[in-house]
């Protein structure tokens, strides 16, 4: 463990210099120079108690919580919209003994969370943060639901990730999402939160279920769907930010600020965060903070430069809006914020792909490839042969990063999507249809397995062996090689039950497809700002930053560790926003 940490070290002492020259290029694209260390501003143009800069779930709770405890709060956004990444993804959120899933008759308890959590973990976690994470998370849900309105429900029928295989997993019940919630509710900010184009708009979790998943689209009720979308009826990550939005600008009335970027930590002599330079309207912007300053910016999943440094990959590509570029690690920096890391070889990296024209907010649309677990589909490496179970993530992320030393390349960096004429007959393609047309620039079409081989340019036999040897294990309803279909939470998403193995069917009837895909992020990144068991930001020299805090993806894994569940991200910043906000509206204010 000790090797570990300081092999991180060493890598974040490399990578300061890429942060500096990031901060630079920042510096270049502002109005206004930095302020030196230790020195006011010529003048405060906005001030408040708590300065939330980012408006995603860690944000906005933090302002409630903060605002609810009698501080004044404020919201500084990046971008033109609210919700942050968590307003684009799928909303689910897991907490382990949560009061829904009681409800509902079904028995949990945190000793077996516990258990799950540290096998997550896998010894990279700071067993305190652990704690009181799984210690606070049910207090944090429920107080925003009791006072923030959140209608939250249950998802009966999704396991966790690891069930029924690891101790303290447990079948239904723990991820929480949100009912649905009107749009229209949001008045001047209906149109300025985020909805999101990767998930299924109108549908909540049940609905899927009943229609029979992802795997079953042609059979979806989409007149319902239509009917919820044109009333603004919304669900997924969207329902749940807006649940937030509501409750903190409109029924708090915290002031909100979109398209101001913060671009520098403003310290006094001491060293305390007394507030931020920002950018608003194309002027500097001066904001106060009396009693603390929360980063809530994401991580840094579109920029480039701080991408290959901590995580091991030549390419990066992000599912969300361009937005999230390491501000946080930069201006942490800037003040002697610490940094740390988990592996990052267990967390959230998917391959993806581009449909070209797709675009949100200006810029290229990544989506997370899982149509590679579904019937009549594998992905290959370059060399044409299958290298991981397709439909479960947990399986194949650590894969992307495997090395061939004696040709020095990541042969699974690069991979491609494969799939037949029943395929194309029964399943959808991203935002096509079954049987709608493709774009020839998205996909490699050929009459045989060898001519799709020349398509990829893997050797032939290669890509033959490989789907004669699949396609012997799908006839029988087995994968001898990487077990698909052993993992109920991957039956649940992907699976097709009309099918013997819902997760296996034979790549036997022509044409062949082949669509290219690259890794691509969902914003949970393995480093992020060090930080203690009230949310405030370490100094490299082991003390707190004095009137700094950092919650979400911002916050380094120190709770979660080294593994990932989906919705433990949305329930470290429910949590760790509520802690922050609480501790900092305890704090005595101060004008400088």
Request: hydrophobic share 40%.
């Amino acid at each position: 463990m000790t090797a570990w940490w300081e092999r991180l070290t060493r890598a974040a002492q490399a990578a300061r210099a890429a942060l500096q020259s990031d901060a630079a290029e920042i510096e270049e694209e502002t109005q206004g120079e930095a302020l030196p260390p230790g020195s006011e501003p010529p003048r405060w143009d906005a001030e408040a108690d708590l300065v939330a800069v980012g408006s995603g779930l860690g944000g906005l709770c933090a302002a409630i919580a903060g605002h609810d405890a009698g501080a004044a709060c404020m919201v500084l956004e990046k971008a033109g919209k609210l919700g942050g990444l968590s307003g684009f993804g799928g909303g689910e959120v897991f907490v382990p003994a949560n009061d829904c899933l009681h409800a509902l008759g079904i028995e949990d308890s945190l000793e077996a969370a516990r258990r799950y959590a540290e096998f997550l973990a896998a010894g990279f976690q700071s067993q305190p943060h652990l704690e009181k994470w799984l210690d606070t998370m049910n207090e944090a849900v429920r107080y925003f639901g009791e006072k923030a309105d959140v209608r939250w429900k249950a998802c009966e029928g999704l396991p966790d990730y690891y069930y029924p295989h690891v101790p303290g997993t447990l079948a239904s019940g723990r991820y929480l999402s949100v009912d649905i919630f009107d749009g229209k509710t949001l008045g001047p900010w209906q149109q300025k939160t985020w909805l999101t184009p990767i998930m299924p708009m109108g549908a909540l979790h049940e609905d899927m279920y009943r229609w029979g998943g992802l795997a079953k689209v042609r059979e979806w009720d989409y007149e319902l769907l239509g009917q919820r979308i044109a009333d603004d009826l919304r669900t997924f990550g969207p329902g749940m930010m807006g649940y937030f939005v509501k409750a903190a600008v409109l029924d708090r009335g915290i002031p909100a600020y979109t398209e101001t970027p913060a671009r520098q930590l403003l310290t006094n002599a001491a060293g305390r965060v007394i507030g931020v330079r920002a950018e608003h309207e194309g002027q500097p912007f001066f904001v106060r903070a009396r009693r603390g300053v929360v980063l809530a910016l994401g991580g840094y999943d579109h920029n480039e430069q701080l991408a290959r440094s901590f995580e091991d990959m030549r390419e990066w590509h992000g599912v969300f809006p361009g937005h999230l570029h390491g501000d946080h690690l930069v201006m942490g920096m800037e003040i002697g914020a610490a940094i740390a890391s988990v592996p990052p070889t267990n967390l959230a990296l998917f391959y993806g792909y581009q449909i070209p024209g797709e675009e949100v907010d200006g810029m290229p649309l990544w989506r997370s490839c899982w149509e590679g677990g579904v019937p009549h589909a594998i992905w290959v490496n370059s060399q044409g042969e299958r290298f991981c179970d397709e439909s479960f993530y947990k399986d194949f992320q650590p894969r992307i990063r495997a090395w061939d030393g004696a040709r020095q390349l990541q042969p699974n960096a690069e991979v491609f999507l494969i799939f037949d004429g029943t395929y194309r007959e029964r399943y959808p393609l991203g935002s096509f249809m079954p049987g709608q047309p493709l774009p020839e620039d998205l996909v490699m079409i050929a009459d045989t397995v060898g001519e799709l081989a020349d398509c990829i340019g893997a050797p032939r036999e290669n890509l033959e062996r490989t789907l004669a040897r699949f396609n012997t294990g799908a006839l029988r309803g087995e994968d001898p090689d990487f077990g698909r279909g052993q993992w109920p939470w991957a039956v649940r998403m992907v699976g097709d039950m009309d099918y013997p193995n819902p997760l296996l069917g034979p790549l036997a009837k022509p044409p062949y497809h082949a669509v290219r895909l690259r890794p691509t992020s969902v914003g949970v990144n393995s480093t992020g700002l060090k930080w203690n068991l009230d949310a405030q930001v370490m100094h490299v020299r082991g003390h707190p930053i004095e009137g700094l805090y950092a919650v979400g993806n911002s916050a380094a894994l120190l709770d979660l560790g080294g593994g990932y569940q989906s919705g433990t991200s949305n329930c470290r910043a429910i949590t760790w926003g509520y802690v922050a906000g609480r501790h900092i509206a305890a704090q005595p204010p101060r004008e400088s």
